[in-house]
């Protein structure tokens, strides 16, 4: 397994299966030319995208940069050989080198496959929070 860093959008279309839905081509070259954006694909040995993590490093005046793990992804073929943890490990290097002071994710409290991944990758519990969300619907996706 070799993971890299995703650099152009032919690679993000590529992982597609590893997303929620499908890949758009427009919205990559956005996600690629933002700022503070990445995304890592491991890649079996076959050359398949096996899994992919992004992360989105974030600034603030008075605490400088973090990086939030967005979202993590493991092919069904591929669980339970390490992948979700190497990548996330993986991640927390990319934000180390970028000089971020930690790394962050928001998880269910029921998921108890995510939650042991990045246990295993060295994250400690930080309490319960409350995550709220403002939908704004499917127009304002399609409008972009």
């Known amino acids: 397994m070799e993971?890299?860093?995703?650099?152009?959008?032919?690679?993000?279309v590529a992982a597609e299966h590893l997303?929620?839905?499908?890949?758009?081509?427009?919205?990559?070259?956005?996600?690629?030319?933002a700022p503070g954006h990445l995304m890592l694909i491991a890649y079996a040995d076959d050359g398949v995208p096996a899994g992919m993590v992004s992360g989105v490093e974030m600034l603030h005046?008075?605490?400088?940069?973090?990086?939030?793990?967005?979202?993590?992804s493991v092919d069904e073929r591929f669980r339970r050989r390490?992948?979700?943890?190497a990548l996330t490990e993986a991640l927390a290097a990319a934000a180390r080198a970028r000089g971020c002071y930690d790394m962050w994710v928001g998880v269910d409290t029921d998921n108890d496959p995510a939650l042991a991944t990045y246990r295993s990758a060295g994250a400690a519990d930080d309490g319960e929070f409350a995550m709220?969300?403002?939908?704004f619907g499917d127009e304002v996706r399609r409008s972009d």
């Open 3 to 12: 993971i890299r860093r995703a650099t152009t959008v032919a690679e993000l």
């Open 19 to 33: 997303y929620d839905g499908p890949a758009r081509p427009e919205w990559a070259e956005r996600f690629l030319a």
């Open 61 to 72: 005046p008075d605490k400088g940069a973090e990086m939030c793990l967005y979202e993590l």
């Open 82 to 85: 390490g992948i979700g943890r």
């Open 132 to 135: 709220l969300t403002w939908e």
